[in-house]
T-cell receptor, first 116, second 113 residues
Framework: ETGVTQSPTHLIKTRGQQVTLRCSSQ?????VSWYQQALGQGPQFIFQ???????GRGNFPPRFSGLQFPNYSSELNVNALELDDSALYLC???????????????FGPGTRLTVL | SQQGEEDPQALSIQEGENATMNCSYK?????LQWYRQNSGRGLVHLIL?????REKHSGRLRVTLDTSKKSSSLLITASRAADTASYFC?????????????FGSGTQLTVLP
């Protein structure tokens, strides 16, 4: 197991609501990435945070937003939930910033979000 | 869009047999990684192979990389029931100043006891 933790494990929301997912990085890791994984698919990159700033974003709308805190933990916020937001949300931490040394990422167990 | 695509999508073998999974990708890479995912949980990093390497071993795992064909393969020897999982290849692309992992759709491996 990695040292990355996520909460909650499971979450059920209704369409239009807002949700906050949390992630605690592995010790010594200063970069956090978030991924969305739909059923039967590979993870899709949402965004990455380094030193509390977003430094890269995938093809996701602005209602997906995030934060990184001074202790490198992170939050993913999704506003105006849609049915298609139902997925497993994974966070991953890596050491030493957005360099090649950080290419290997260490994943948490994920949060399963269901939107009804 | 997916950068890598795994083949086959599903593979079922008997315990003790070898399992081979293939991955193709589209753009130039610095390295290629393989991850395992058990039953909808988090991904576990298995092995990283750099673009200047052709083959790499780690325990029962053997990874090959052919940059001219933009393809990689993962071989698991002497498979065990505990190897049952989804396997993903991933490459790194730059997105802004971030270096993001781009995954294929995965191969679902089932090892029958």
């Amino acid at each position: 197991e990695t040292g990355v933790t996520q909460s909650p494990t499971h979450l059920i929301k209704t369409r239009g609501q807002q949700v906050t997912l949390r992630c605690s990085s592995q010790s010594g890791h200063n970069t956090v990435s978030w991924y969305q994984q739909a059923l039967g698919q590979g993870p899709q990159f949402i965004f990455q945070y380094y030193r509390e700033e977003e430094n890269g974003r995938g093809n996701f709308p602005p209602r997906f937003s995030g934060l990184q805190f001074p202790n490198y933990s992170s939050e993913l916020n999704v506003n105006a939930l849609e049915l298609d937001d139902s997925a497993l949300y994974l966070c991953a931490s890596s050491p030493r910033g957005p360099s090649r040394a950080g290419d290997t990422q260490y994943f948490g167990p994920g949060t399963r979000l269901t939107v009804l | 869009s997916q950068q890598g695509e795994e083949d086959p999508q599903a593979l079922s073998i008997q315990e003790g047999e070898n399992a081979t999974m293939n991955c193709s990708y589209k753009t130039s890479i610095n390295n290629l990684q393989w991850y395992r995912q058990n039953s909808g949980r988090g991904l576990v990093h298995l092995i990283l192979i750099r673009s200047n390497e052709r083959e790499k071993h780690s325990g029962r795992l053997r990874v090959t990389l052919d940059t001219s064909k933009k393809s990689s393969s993962l071989l698991i020897t002497a498979s065990r029931a505990a190897d049952t999982a989804s396997y993903f290849c991933a490459t790194v692309i730059s997105s802004g100043s971030a270096r993001q992992l781009t995954f294929g759709s995965g191969t679902q491996l089932t090892v029958l006891p």
